[in-house]
């Protein structure tokens, strides 16, 4: 049976930055590096909302990335 390993974490926050001259929405990522992978993810939303609180921009989504090492 294999198991999985849970080896780094990301916090990826996504803004809104309008749209191009097609009408298409346009997205900008930012990225936070070494995440502790104990994280909750309330304290993942406080963090990013924290963030947000200092941009301009506007938020369109908090994500989380995982990296897993899968063994057998």
Sequence with gaps: MANQVLLDSQL???FD???DEKG???F???NYNNIKTSATADELL???QAIVSL???TLSAVERNNSNQIMA
Aim: net charge positive; glycine share 6%; charged share 30%.
């Design 12 to 14: 990826r926050l996504v």
């Design 17 to 19: 930055m309008g749209v």
């Design 24 to 26: 298409k929405i346009i």
């Design 28 to 30: 900008k990522n930012k």
């Design 46 to 48: 406080s963090v990013a």
């Design 55 to 57: 941009q301009t921009e």
